[in-house]
């Protein structure tokens, strides 16, 4: 599964993208937000706050529910501001 950074969440994980491997129990966004941030500091942080992060499985937004697989692509990113 390859997982995408942007903006400060790029920043603060110290790289815009990695291959990850998640284990059998990681079905969802949730789970993997959850994965991520048990040996990622940085992520773990930033995931803590509801609303901070946004997250995109194969460049469609998703949600905490949606569903994972071993070869999706997931970003994850601050919400969109305008101005």
């Not at 609303?51 to 071993?70: E, F, M, S, W």
């Amino acid at each position: 599964m390859r997982v995408l950074y942007f903006a400060w969440l790029r920043t603060r994980m110290g790289r815009g993208s990695e291959e990850v491997d998640p284990p059998a129990h990681v079905a969802t966004v949730g789970d993997l937000m959850a994965w991520l941030g048990e040996d990622r500091p940085g992520f773990a942080k930033a995931a803590a706050a509801p609303g901070v992060i946004r997250c995109a499985v194969n460049q469609t937004y998703a949600g905490l529910d949606h569903p994972v697989r071993k070869d999706d692509e997931v970003a994850f990113f601050p919400p969109v501001t305008g101005g």
